[in-house]
């Protein structure tokens, strides 16, 4: 009987330990990311003398399984209308607990002069932008790809929508 119950200790051990890694990689097969917002930092924009323009994306993070996962760091490239906006480097170490939404503030910048190009794109897509975020996010147990592809624009601080006018001859 004495030789059994290390054996069946051991055992024991094993099968929760496969049951917690099994959860861990579920929780991060599964966990879900979403743009929430994507605004400019305009106090540091300013103080920059808008020779930069500083902007903050905010990710929903959502974990809906039994575990937690920590999110390492994230590496994501922007391009806004097929150009590229700015590169996010950002060491996060972020807890996300088990079956909850958190919301993660991501900061970046961009030279104006680089964006003029773009800003005059925007104008004649009457400020329409298609803003794309790719690259992955690093967790405890591996890599999460990212790849979102949003629409934004329209009515902004008052303008009108594009709209295409028929002439008639």
Not at 57 to 68: A, C, D, G, K, R
Not at 134 to 162: C, H, S, W, Y
């Amino acid at each position: 009987m004495k030789n059994i119950l290390p054996i069946a200790a051991v055992i024991g051990a094993g099968a929760l330990l496969y049951k917690y890694l099994t959860e861990k990689k579920k929780a991060m097969e599964n966990l879900q990311f979403e743009i929430f917002k994507i605004s400019i930092d305009s106090e540091k924009t300013k103080r920059a003398k808008y020779f930069k323009i500083y902007y903050d994306i905010i990710l929903t993070v959502i974990n809906q399984e039994e575990s937690p996962v920590k999110i390492k760091n994230a590496l994501l490239n922007i391009k806004v209308n097929g150009r590229n906006l700015g590169k996010i480097e950002s060491n996060l170490n972020l807890l996300i607990p088990r079956q909850t939404e958190k919301q993660v503030t991501l900061k970046a910048s961009f030279f104006t002069f680089g964006a003029i190009g773009l800003v005059i794109d925007i104008v004649k897509n009457g400020l329409q932008a298609n803003v794309n975020v790719k690259g992955f996010i690093n967790t405890d147990l591996g890599q999460v790809d990212i790849n979102f592809n949003e629409q934004f624009g329209g009515e902004m601080n008052g303008a009108p929508k594009k709209k295409n006018f028929y002439y008639p001859h």
